[in-house]
């Protein structure tokens, strides 16, 4: 599927002003910090920036001009007073210059930029210290894109895929299936991968090193544009244009703009080849004669597609259907960046939904049609406007976009993604441009999260029209289409041509074959003009094509007549619907979303939280015996056991820290409640956020627990049904 | 690990008698029918086999000399009376034969072996016709080797990893890691697979098709074995000793048996290459220099080693604990074989428990201790016994099994595959001889679960010491240790070796780092004497192995003496115990293990069942309007949204089909329940094995599934509470 390489290509491109909030203080109230990303151009920005560049050029001018007055002035041994006042005339310009530089300069850094770096590096040391994830191969120094999630993070993971099961397979009666990583070459020509899934990479012409030709030429822009402060506002406009059409430049084009901005390796400064495209699947041989090329999958979609026919006669032979799976796909990156966002090895998890193509209505469609969130259509992209919040059943019944199905998966997956504990402030559905999608595409959307490094695609929802299961029919021979049965058979009138091979033959010898081919292709309306002018002159003359020229066809060499025949079904390939989830991404920017820092109750320091959702929690509760003893200790594992029993994953901690220690400890984990055991009878439960704090016998301790996990009942529930505890000194 | 190699190899040697269960008629009682599966070694069939052939052979001589009478006697024209009674001694001879021939080949063929194939070939049938699994890319006509799991073996396999997680990540707080599957060359080369993860592979010398050498010797003396009826007795048991040895043979020892037997290539006859190593990890190259190679993982575990330090540290620098993964690995076999035994690709399940070597009890290990499950100790293998139910408990204090913890995962997993549906009585745990252990493994079991292939190695459970943390430790140069603190510090006294080297230097010149190299490699007890014999004599005589002489040292070369050091902490590298679970076998064995036929109601066709336990079965309900009709299918509407808010996967079936077909058809998928819609207010919930049905209020029946799926509530207490159904129309 060729449309994954662009849409697993991150879009840091004609973006709206960017916000990101910040969670902090001891209350969970949270606070906005809205702030400028680098090269996010909102109109407004835009013009400030380019009229400040051109105050900039007219300044700088006059303070060539009042230099050369100065220096005139001595030449000519003018007065004293007379250079004086030239010069403090100057020495003002030279002021009001470094004024509008700083004003520049602030404007390109971003004011927000140090803040969000700052951010990140706060979340990315939490999750690393904590072992969220782990750079694979660590100890042999790790492998760029490679990484590890460590027992936390693999909880969220698998807890995502629980719910994804939950929310997509379980509730649609979805076909899941699981298909191998390793893919014989075949099955990835016909999708197009081994042609076409490339990127472009330069060498460095001395030492080999590869970069990755647009990232070279990308980082040239930012650099020039947030640096050079004498660049002409012609010239930045031009760099402007070229990092908004970066995605589009052919490889000739490439080349010709690192040729003509002079960019050299950035290690070595050395000249660089040109660019040229290279493969992004891991090549790999099956079996051991060497000579069956295979793949690392790319995607995962693929083994769907393979696999239509099995699955449509499993349905009942039956439409609409949707089969789906997760699994590991790879990319042999060029050179990996962004952390997490951008890995040699990721899970997907697809859906490909088979629908008619003349009926893409959904039956469950009313449940979402009323949901309202950001949407970001291709006219608000062009016309330079921001995201806007549209009513989902608005935006299908205009047409915005294209059918009920659609639009059906959209609204799921925003329920799937807000549910899980992405801020609906910071998520917008963005379609794609016309340049963006392949041709065959009806209409495509993406899921985007903001997050520190931008507006990230974490969901691709496109449909595909017949595209994937046309490429695989045509390639296996084998028909991957689908049947309605009339229910009376239709009549349907077709025009039959027969051409007389003997007339023919003795005609045109060994260009027989030629001629028949081109009779039997003519349109309807070419045979019926034909018929009338063979009954009418008894002759016609005819172009073929193949043969490169025009002969004389005369009656008795072809009938040409309409006939009646009776139908019992329609054959047709189906469209595909799929929505296309890159779960990596989606937990990096929850990570994000879910990450904030309040005090410690002593002030002295900055503690970290992660607000997961009970749903992804890694871990649901910690128990704690308040201090060591072994009285507490026994009722920290009766605990312990009925919790087991309810499967909910929980910890206890029995060191003989400080319970704030170790309160934040298990905060910084996102561990939902803690039970503390401070007496035999009853203990406390706090609920992380709030850090409010109950009181519940130990018996019903764990059912409490297992309750207000599960969502059968929520904390302000539980709140106004215990006594609460207060502690002074639980906190510090 | 090496092991792996070992481990996952098939192993069809030195087993006793097998028997098959086959489970069929109207009750769900079963009946097991005994069988022999060829080249299973019982002694008394053994011994049958071996005085069969000697009397062939004698029969044979008896025939010959009989033939020669006859001839002599028709030569020498005797007597018409006389031929006449030789002939018929010869025909009689013959006859005697004859029978001998039948009984050596009913033997040999195994009586059960057809049944076991006809068995196999149902199941397998009825597995790929509802899409339990799929031969991957079958529209392109597959590859060897990899299989995809289809709609309810994807549900299935889910189950059983589900399952996994709640039985051993969740019970026993493991720290679950998730690691990609792309893995650098170092990493495999200090774990030892580069060098030596492979199999013995010939080449057609013509047209360089590949085989596994010890494929084709194994068929060699199968058919050989089992068709040449001829073959002496000496040279059978020959054939059977080499059978037995197949995996011990090197290179070299292959390459000459295949050489003596004349074993050329089984499709064109030419004559084979001598045997060479192939690696049976897919290679790959990560990044776009082609300089980095890379391998698809052979297992998971290695990605657990790299972790240790992180792991033990997030475990707060304490041991026991246990990391574990689920995840795809990769063999690109020689030539696949067995269906879903021996593929491709294939999902592990594995767990390291590291701990202390001189402490390996377990808290938990009373909890299976009472356990009591077949056996097959080392030594009952080596006495051609056969495997025995023996208590756990027992077995660890009788030594049987090395330690409490090996023990107690040995426990683990006897529960984990009998509560997946696996029958306990073809399930043996078989301890490693002494010559299929690498040399640093302290004890290794395999659960072996019996199917129509044979007994088939599923899980192995190893003890495998410090072997894979110390290979990592001085590849990487990252210590790989755990460290105890001593409570209080330790005194404790050591040997101080001190060459002298100014000395040294003048009397051996270049040879002086050997000899010092020498002095300080001296054990305690060489030293001692050393230092006596200096105190005594002044010079004593020393052998230098590296320079391959003695010399003399003198007094004043070196000083030896005991001094006393406070220790605070041991420094040690911790033992892991690896229980590493082939999920695709024990699912594939599973599928045998519930698979049953039963006559339909008529009498005129047996139908399919898989009775799968509601834990692992892919669809715990399915819901059937009885008649279709709009008031029952909303009824069953609202009866899915119940079963879907409860998390149960279920399917409606709205199909016109007859009731009894229905019901084989989910019967087919091992769904446990089916709730039949037959009026507006009651419906009925029939369980699938017992046929049973009782009557329920619309508004309880998701509920009661609910709990009778989830294991709250047994079937036989749902059968004693409500009013039971009886339908004579229903299941024909």
């Known amino acids: 599927m060729l449309l994954h390489l662009l849409r697993l290509r991150l879009r840091a491109i004609a973006t709206s002003s960017t916000k990101i909030s910040y969670y902090s203080s001891s209350s969970s109230s949270s606070i906005s910090i809205s702030i400028s990303l680098p090269f996010t151009f909102s109109s407004s920005m835009a013009a400030t920036e380019d009229s400040l560049r051109k105050s900039l050029a007219e300044k700088q001018s006059a303070v060539e001009a009042q230099g050369n007055a100065v220096r005139a002035l001595k030449a000519a041994a003018a007065p004293k007073p007379e250079v004086d006042a030239a010069i403090q005339s100057l020495n003002a310009l030279k002021l009001e210059k470094s004024s509008i530089e700083r004003s520049l300069q602030s404007l390109l850094a971003g004011s927000g930029a140090d803040t969000r770096e700052a951010f990140r590096q706060a979340v990315v040391n939490t999750l690393e210290r904590r072992l969220f994830y782990i750079p694979s191969f660590k100890i042999y120094r790790g492998v760029a894109g490679l990484f590890d999630y460590g027992p ?15 929310h997509f397979v379980l509730a649609e009666n979805m076909l899941e299936v699981d298909c191998p990583c390793v893919t014989p070459e075949i099955v990835l020509k016909a999708s197009g991968h081994v042609e076409k899934f490339t990127d472009l990479m330069v060498k460095d012409q001395k030492t080999g090193t590869c970069y990755r030709a647009d990232h070279l030429l990308k980082d040239f822009c930012n650099e020039k544009l947030q640096r050079d402060l004498t660049l002409s506002s012609d010239k930045a406009a031009e760099l402007k244009h070229v990092l908004a059409t970066l995605d589009d430049l052919s490889a000739d084009a490439l080349g010709a703009k690192i040729k003509e901005y002079g960019i050299t390796a950035p290690d070595t400064k050395n000249p660089l080849s040109d660019p040229y495209p290279f493969n992004l699947m891991f090549q790999t041989s099956i079996g051991p004669s060497g000579l069956s090329p295979g793949f690392m999958r790319p995607e995962t979609a693929q083994g769907i597609f393979v696999n239509f026919k099995d699955l449509y006669y499993y349905n009942g032979n039956k439409l609409p259907f949707a089969a789906a799976q997760i699994g590991q796909a790879f990319r042999n990156e060029i050179s990996p960046r962004q952390g997490l966002l951008r890995v040699r090895e990721f899970t997907l998890a697809e859906i490909e939904h088979f629908v008619d193509p003349e009926d893409k209505s959904h039956p469950k469609y009313p449940e979402v049609a009323d949901l309202d969130f950001l949407m970001f259509p291709r006219e608000e992209q062009m016309s330079a406007q921001s995201a806007k919040r549209i009513r989902l059943g608005d935006a299908v019944s205009r047409g915005i976009v294209n059918n009920e199905t659609l639009g059906y998966f959209i609204g799921r997956v925003y329920l799937f993604l807000t549910r899980l504990g992405i801020d609906k402030d910071r998520l917008r559905f963005r379609q794609h441009l016309a340049n963006e999608m392949a041709h065959y595409a009806a209409d495509c959307w993406d899921a985007e999260i903001e997050c520190s490094y931008g507006w990230i695609e974490c969901v691709g929802i496109a449909d595909r029209s017949a595209y994937d299961l046309r490429a695989h029919s045509d390639k296996s021979g084998v028909p991957l289409v689908a049947h309605e049965k009339f229910s009376e058979p239709k009549e349907v009138e077709k025009l039959v041509i027969t051409p007389v091979k003997k007339e023919l033959g003795l005609a045109f010898k060994g260009n027989q074959r030629m001629v028949v081919e081109a009779l039997e292709a003519m349109h309807e309306k070419e045979a019926l003009d034909m018929k009338a002018a063979l009954e009418s002159k008894g002759e016609v003359e005819f172009e073929v094509c193949t043969l490169g020229k025009t002969v004389t066809i005369k009656k008795s060499m072809v009938t040409i007549q309409k006939e009646k025949k009776k139908e019992h079904q329609r054959v047709f390939t189906p469209s595909v619907i799929e929505p296309s989830f890159g779960i990596g991404r989606i937990i990096y920017c929850l990570f994000e979303h879910t990450f904030y820092m309040r005090p410690s109750k002593a ?39 009925s919790l087991t029993a309810a499967g909910i994953s929980h910890k206890i901690d029995i060191t003989g820290t400080s319970i704030g220690k170790r309160y934040a400890r298990t905060d910084e984990l996102g561990v939902p409640f803690a039970i503390t055991v401070d007496s035999t009878s009853s203990v406390t439960i706090r609920e992380r956020d709030s850090k409010d704090q109950v009181r519940v016998d130990v018996e019903k301790a764990a059912s409490v627990v297992k309750e207000v996990t599960e969502g059968q009942r929520t904390w302000e529930d539980v709140w106004s049904t215990f006594p609460h505890h207060s502690s002074t000194a639980a906190d510090d």
């Open 152 to 166: 936390p993070g693999c909880a969220v993971k698998s807890n995502v895929l629980a719910f994804w099961r939950q």
């Open 603 to 641: 002030g002295d320091e900055q503690l970290n939280v992660f607000r997961f959702p009970a749903l992804v929690a890694p871990i649901k509760c910690t128990v704690f015996p308040l201090v060591q003893n072994q009285k507490y200790e026994e009722v920290a594992k009766f605990i312990s056991k």
